[in-house]
């Protein structure tokens, strides 16, 4: 994994207020994870900013997740990203047909503001917190303390879109249903107009998915600087 050129802000990797992503959790693996925020797989960082979120957006949304049926993760073995530990989900191409399928319909939504070549393949973080001289033999060790709880077995049946505040806090904006018939489409003239009822989650898109209201804020250790090499949200 190379860094490419940054496109803005510090390394080009600060979140704004407003930033989205969609990602899919693993409850699972809660119990393992050390960097943060709940275990997860990124399906897309960033998506939109949650201005664009109009009745019609969500309902583009339910459309594609719509077209994709659910389907079960395993996690069998450990991989690092220099000082990240993480594990790599089985099989990856349904994941990556997800990225896919909402690339192809937001192409501005470029996978990690394309700081990585290639683009990061999907994974499930446990771990961020060690720089570069002692990431190494600290996942050793937390590798042989974890190891004895994989396997792990996810079965994923819908995606939440999720928003963040700038400042390291996320929150649930809506939950969409893998392979759910959409619902009945509104009228394109609102498609990037701001709806404040529907991104706020209530109401709107005629159910296209599921309003949220779960905080799950950074710990305060994990506002702290990450190590040079490392994503603090991955």
């Known amino acids: 994994m190379t860094v490419a050129a940054t496109r803005g802000g510090s390394g080009g990797w600060a979140d704004l207020p407003g930033d989205t992503a969609l990602s899919i959790r693993v409850p699972e693996a809660n119990h393992l994870v050390s960097a943060g925020f709940p275990a997860h797989v990124t399906v897309l960082y960033p998506f939109v900013n949650e201005s664009r979120l109009s009745a019609s957006a969500h309902a583009d949304l339910a459309e594609v997740f719509a077209g994709h049926a659910p389907f079960t993760l395993t996690f ?13 989900p089985d099989p990856e191409a349904p994941v990556r047909a997800l990225t896919a399928s909402l690339t192809d319909r937001w192409p501005e939504a470029v996978p990690y503001r394309g700081i990585f070549t290639p683009p990061l393949a999907p994974h499930l973080t446990l771990a961020n917190h060690e720089g570069p001289h002692t990431y190494e033999a600290a996942y050793d060790a937390l590798e042989s303390r974890l190891a004895p709880h994989l396997p792990l077995v996810s079965q994923v049946n ?15 904006l809506r939950t969409y249903r893998l392979g759910e018939g959409a619902p009945q489409r509104r009228p394109k003239d609102a ?7 529907d991104s706020r989650g209530a109401g709107g898109a005629g159910g296209a998915g599921r309003a949220g209201h779960v905080r799950y804020g950074l710990p305060p250790t994990a506002h702290r600087p990450q190590p040079k090499g490392t994503a603090p949200w991955l």
């Open 191 to 197: 498609c990037d107009g701001h709806d404040s009822s």
């Open 158 to 172: 819908e995606v939440h879109l999720i928003v963040t505040d700038g400042a390291g806090g996320w929150r649930d």
């Open 76 to 88: 069998t073995e450990f991989r690092r990203y220099p000082g990240v530990l993480y594990l790599p």
